[in-house]
């Protein structure tokens, strides 16, 4: 069982709708991730919070905004997306920045932009 | 930035065979993960190793960071370790501690 939670698992929505994308961990963590993984590719970071402030974004165009009300809870709003961000967003978590701890993922929600 | 190759990019086993996979990087890291992602694309943290050897079970993983490179070991290989295995590092020479730059992967059957 994941320790990071995401939801929904699957979302279909179209290029003019708003949804929200969930993630939820209590490991008391205080790095949490977003990544985007397209097929047969591997992750691609998009934004990191640390501490609940915002600390990376990875150029990510502004239809994909980011949220961390509180250190368990990281959300993704989505808006005015287009098909080619059909995609897996995958949630990770870590005690410290990832690149000095063990990253944790979430099981993800696999994206459709119709 | 810092490449990070895996080998091979394609593996098919019979189930009860043993196999090596390798990640190499282009920097000095001072970090190193193995991650699984299974079929349904859940990514499972295998091993956090910048250097030396640990073992769980019938995984094994190596990281010899002077030479950069890492090795995972799958002993009798079972239908269940499918899917992908990635490893990610992290570069000395990033700036932030967060980012993780993943290698390309490998993607394993293994059948009855």
Known sequence: DTEVTQTPKHLVMGMT?????KCEQHMGHRAM???????????????????????????V?????????????????????????????????????GGISPLHFGNGTRLTVT | GIQVEQSPPDLILQEGANSTLRCNFSDSVNNLQWFHQNP?????N???????????GRLSATTVATERYSLLYISSSQTTDSGVYFCAVHSINTGTASKLTFGTGTRLQVTL
Request: aromatic content about 12%; hydrophobic content about 30%; some cysteine.
């Open chain 2, 40 to 44: 349904w694309g859940q990514l499972i």
């Open chain 1, 61 to 97: 165009p502004s239809r994909f905004s980011p949220e961390c009300p509180n250190s368990s809870l990281l959300n993704l709003h989505l808006h005015a997306l287009q098909p080619e961000d059909s995609a897996l967003y995958l949630c990770a978590s870590s005690s410290l920045g």
């Open chain 1, 33 to 59: 991730y977003w990544y985007k993984q397209k097929a047969k590719k591997p992750p691609e970071l998009m934004f990191v919070y640390s501490y609940e402030k915002l600390s990376i974004n990875e150029s």
């Open chain 1, 17 to 21: 709708n708003k949804k929200s994308l």
């Open chain 2, 46 to 56: 295998l091993f956090y190793i910048p250097s030396g050897t640990k073992q769980n």
